[in-house]
């Protein structure tokens, strides 16, 4: 009697379609599975089946092993469900620094069971009077007066809403005309990552989260700055000094050399007239008669 059918379907969240691709198409042909793929942005769908339940556990496997780091879920689960559950399993704080970030991640959250354990939902950071404040304080404080990059804002705001409230991740975006840069700040440094406004920036934001959270790679495109970096960005870079002419250096240090010759000789002759400068022509004129040899006198 034939085994029944096996399948399953896997959720991927970054992975190239390409990639994909050309990971079904290692399947061995005695695994006897197949795969359809569909895409919708930058998540992908995966539907496995196989003839046998051994056949489909190996090309699991091998699309585990493929996308170890893209691979959210299975079935029905959503990415903000496996964004809960990455922050709930690695006892991680979730916050945002700012109220464009809070419009992406709140509606997706909201209503995944334990969000509130590991997502603060804006009532501890940037919706909370005195907390806000002191973030939007701090933020500023750290960047030139009169800033107005939003992308330099925002990266701040992370930062100083990390510290002030003490959570291990948090989450900005810096809203621009036609897109928007997700930032995504921790103790090591801080993510950042440009999302067209029509690419679902928030699914992005928590893909970011989950990736963090989780300790895995940042899907292709997700830039990275060391926290000392980070803090760097914020200074206004000092204008360099001006070099002085190599030409008005040597003058100086001839000058100053002269200088100090001349003070040699004034202490000499000082010494040699006993204080009396009037005499010294009378003294080096003596002394130059005494070296000239008389009439009469012979070299020895």
Avoid at 261 to 282: E, H, K, R, S
Wanted: positive net charge; hydrophobic residues 50%; proline residues 5%.
């Amino acid at each position: 009697m034939n085994e029944a059918k096996a399948g399953c379907v896997l959720r991927l969240f970054g992975a190239p379609d390409a990639a994909v691709g050309a990971a079904v198409g290692q399947f061995p042909p005695q695994w006897n599975a197949a795969a359809q793929w569909k895409s919708r942005g930058a998540e992908t769908l995966v539907a496995l089946s196989a003839q046998s339940a051994a056949g489909l556990k190996k090309a699991v496997g091998a699309l585990r092993e493929t996308f170890s780091a893209d691979l959210y879920g299975a079935g029905e689960t959503t990415l903000a469900e496996a964004v809960v559950a990455a922050l709930e399993g690695h006892d991680r704080l979730l916050i945002c620094s700012d109220a464009a970030a809070g419009t992406l991640l709140e509606a997706r959250l909201e209503t995944v069971p334990g969000a509130e354990k590991v997502f603060d939902f804006g009532a501890l950071s940037y919706a909370h009077p005195k907390a806000g404040a002191q973030i939007e304080k701090r933020a500023r404080a750290r960047l030139p007066k009169g800033t107005t990059d939003p992308v330099r804002l925002a990266l701040m705001r992370a930062q100083a809403a990390r510290r002030v409230v003490g959570a291990d991740l948090a989450a900005g975006c810096a809203e621009r005309e036609q897109d928007c840069v997700l930032i995504l700040s921790s103790k090591k440094g801080c993510w950042l990552r440009t999302v067209q406004r029509t690419d679902k920036p928030a699914l992005w934001l928590l893909d970011m989260i989950r990736r963090a959270a989780c300790g895995l790679p940042q899907a292709e495109g997700t830039g990275f700055l060391p926290a000392r970096k980070a803090e760097k960005t914020a200074q206004p870079e000092a204008a360099p000094a001006p070099k002085k002419p190599r030409r008005a250096r040597r003058v100086l240090v001839v000058l100053l050399v002269l200088a100090a010759l001349a003070a040699l000789a004034a202490a000499g002759a000082w010494v040699y007239t006993g204080g009396n400068f009037y005499a010294l022509p009378q003294r080096l004129h003596s002394l130059w008669a005494d070296g000239v040899p008389h009439a009469g006198a012979s070299f020895l």
